[in-house]
């Protein structure tokens, strides 16, 4: 009868997950305006997916956002969280504060403030322009990814490493381990766990981004930041493409299940 006790979160689960993406998947059988009746296509819509360079383009687009929004702020994450909790930094709540803080602005907010730092009159040197070149536009965005993530990212490994026992640590030195050896051997094996929490996090951050390419790009130049999030809005809503829109939908659903379910398997094995 333990079932009885899940039931509530599964109708709820099942309300507001499950039957939304059913519906989803009924309507990327058919082709569909949004307003007058549909025609059935079967998977013609899922083929165009595939067949389409512009949406294989965007698919690409995602997987380099990866990069910028997983990879780099784990890599970044994992130095800067060592090297607060090995200093022992006096006042680190309010340093986790400041770090973590991006978090907790809208992304729209943020996208706003970045286009005036790319902005071609006004905006940093360096940076001046990037979202109008078709070469710098997409590692431009990567860039704001990677900035608002890191926070997130070392807040998490900083907590998964104040786990860890000083003992571990003593008996490294005493084996004539130095800081590098240490993090190698100690800190990083025993983190693995909230690695694969910041990975997934991340990754699926990456993947459906929408408001900040909205905000500063729209998908241009050309179509050099185009991403599936972006796609299905402008087919469901400018192109009137619902089914079109709601394939591209799914297929990026499920891509994040397989990439999120590839990260935590690896953490699972890792940590047992």
């Keep these: 009868m333990g079932w ?20 989803a998947v009924q309507i990327s059988l058919y082709d569909w305006d949004g307003l007058t009746l549909g025609t059935w296509v079967g998977l013609e819509n899922y083929a165009d997916v595939l067949a389409d ?28 969280a060592s090297i607060l909790n090995r200093a022992k930094v006096a006042g ?59 926070g997130l990212v070392t807040v998490l490994l900083l907590a998964g490493m104040g786990r860890i026992p000083g003992e571990l640590y003593e008996a490294a030195r005493l084996d004539g381990a130095g800081p590098i050896r240490e993090f190698f051997a100690v800190t990083l094996p025993s983190v693995r766990g ?19 390419i909205y905000m500063t790009t729209q998908g241009g130049p ?10 299905v809005y402008d087919r ?6 619902v089914g079109s829109a709601a394939a591209i939908g799914v297929t990026l659903t499920a ?16 940590t047992t």
């Design 236 to 241: 469901a809503f400018q192109t009137g493409q």
């Design 194 to 212: 909230e690695i694969a929490v910041a990975l997934t996090l991340t990754v699926i951050a990456a993947l459906k981004t929408f408001d900040l």
């Design 4 to 23: 009885l006790y899940v039931l509530p979160a599964l109708l709820v689960y099942a309300a507001f997950l499950l039957v939304p993406l059913g519906r």
């Design 255 to 270: 891509l994040i299940f397989v990439i999120t379910f590839v990260v935590n398997q690896i953490g699972d094995r890792e």
């Design 53 to 80: 360079a512009e949406l294989r383009g965007a698919f690409g687009h995602a997987l380099v956002l990866m990069l910028f929004f997983a990879v780099i702020p784990v890599v970044v994450g994992l130095g800067l």
């Design 92 to 150: 680190l709540g309010f340093f986790r504060t400041v770090i973590f803080l991006p978090q907790v602005v809208a992304m729209v907010v943020i996208a706003v403030a970045w286009r005036r730092i790319y902005d071609p009159a006004n905006g940093l040197p360096p940076l001046r322009g990037w979202l109008g070149d078709y070469g710098l536009a997409l590692p431009a965005i990567g860039i704001i990814g990677t900035w608002f993530e890191i």
């Design 222 to 231: 050309g179509t050099t930041t185009l991403v599936p999030s972006y796609a």
